[in-house]
């Protein structure tokens, strides 16, 4: 479990701003506890979004290989935020920005393995039962430290936290990666009573509540469950009884389809809640049959929506692959950059 060290005072270069980082925390998560809008993405060193530049002070860099860490980045003295934790006072260069003004602070709490069940043949729910509460919106993300495994591994929520002051449960979907060192763990190694630290909630594609426009959401593969989250909080917020959601599953094959049977059982399934999904692989499938869509994720949302998306509110969750051609066809119809929220999933 982890144990806070000391304290270290971290110094925002150009203005009075300060603040604690502990040993065993990141310059990242710890401004971000404090309040801090340090601008990030994914939390685990990919997308590069969380650099600063080390002005004076001492730090160490916790995962050298990082992809979204450069030789350029070296030269300069920027490093990743989420990467790398101080040694003593420091003070940064960091341009920090109103949207990342976390809505929950983050926090590290016990998680215990309580339940699993399958979903697909390579998608299984997790389910831990928390030590103490972690307030969280729909669409947000925490992250898991597995036995063994270097660094940390980031998991949406596909539950929600509404009506509960305090929400004392975490459900992931997580799709098994062929030799993925932390989805090993979490398939084959950790038994129901074992119990793990957890930190969160982050990310900001979550539920917009004050938006009132109608909803699409996109997930592909293993983007299921901060979609599903989503659902279930528009579902569940009463000032979005007029709001329609549409959700488009998209697979490789049928047997990969999943997250209708989630919805089904909401308030307004079928009235105001609908679900379609599209498969990109054609070649027959020896034990599903198909009648839905054919084709990637982004062709299909084109086809069915056209230019009612730029009326949309659009979130979507799955690989980076999937996320940039999604983007492109955004981009392309001329839908409002400020309607569209994505995490996407190194
Ligand atoms: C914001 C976000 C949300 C996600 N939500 C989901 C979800 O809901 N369901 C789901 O199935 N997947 C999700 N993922 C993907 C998930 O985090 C893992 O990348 C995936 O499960 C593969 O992990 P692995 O350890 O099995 O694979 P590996 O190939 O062993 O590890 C890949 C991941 O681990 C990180 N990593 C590798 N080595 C280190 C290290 N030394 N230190 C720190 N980080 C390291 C990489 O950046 C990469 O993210 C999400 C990813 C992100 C960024
Ligand atoms: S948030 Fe640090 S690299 Fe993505």
């Not at 590290?108 to 697909?120: D, F, H, K, Q, W």
């Not at 692989?281 to 839905?292: F, H, K, L, R």
């Not at 999937?322 to 983007?327: D, E, F, P, S, V």
Request: charged share 25%.
């Amino acid at each position: 479990m982890h144990s806070d060290g000391p304290a270290h005072r971290i110094t925002l270069a150009a203005s009075d701003q300060t603040y604690e980082c502990t040993n065993g925390d990141v310059m990242l998560r710890s401004a971000l506890r404090a309040g801090i809008a340090f601008p990030y993405e994914c939390n685990v060193g990919a997308c590069g979004n969380c650099k600063f530049e080390l002005i004076e002070g001492d730090l160490d860099v916790l995962w050298p290989e990082a992809p979204g860490w450069t030789a350029k980045d070296r030269e300069r003295r920027r490093y990743l935020g989420c990467q790398s934790a101080p040694r003593g006072d420091c003070t940064i260069k960091l341009r920090p920005s109103a949207h990342y003004a976390p809505k929950h602070a983050p926090r590290r709490v016990n998680g215990t393995l309580s339940e699993r069940r399958a979903i697909t043949h390579d998608i299984e729910e997790f389910r831990f039962t928390l030590s103490g509460a972690m307030p969280f919106e729909p669409g947000q993300y925490a992250l898991l430290t597995l036995p063994g495994v270097e660094g940390q591994r980031a998991y949406s929520m596909s539950n929600i936290a509404d009506g509960m002051t305090h929400p004392r449960e975490l459900h992931f979907q997580v799709r098994r990666v062929p030799n993925g060192q932390g989805t090993g763990v979490l398939f084959d190694v950790l038994d129901i009573g074992a119990c793990i630290d957890i930190d969160g909630p982050y990310g900001m594609a979550y539920l917009r509540r004050d938006v009132k426009r109608d909803i699409l959401c996109i997930a592909g593969g293993s983007g299921l469950a901060p979609m599903i989250s989503i659902a279930r909080g528009v579902a569940a917020e009463r000032a979005l009884d007029d709001i329609k959601l549409h959700f488009l599953y998209g697979g490789r094959t049928p047997r990969d389809v999943c997250g209708r049977d989630m919805l089904e059982t909401l308030p307004g399934w079928a009235e105001r809640l609908h679900f379609q999904a599209a498969v990109s692989d054609v070649a027959p499938d020896s034990e599903t049959a198909w009648d839905g869509h054919v084709g990637f994720v982004h062709t299909v949302a084109e086809t069915l929506f056209g230019e009612n998306l730029r009326d949309m509110e659009i979130y979507f969750a799955g690989p980076p692959a999937m996320g940039a051609a999604i983007q492109r066809a955004l981009v392309a119809l001329k839908v409002p950059f400020d309607q569209v929220h994505f995490d996407q999933f190194y």
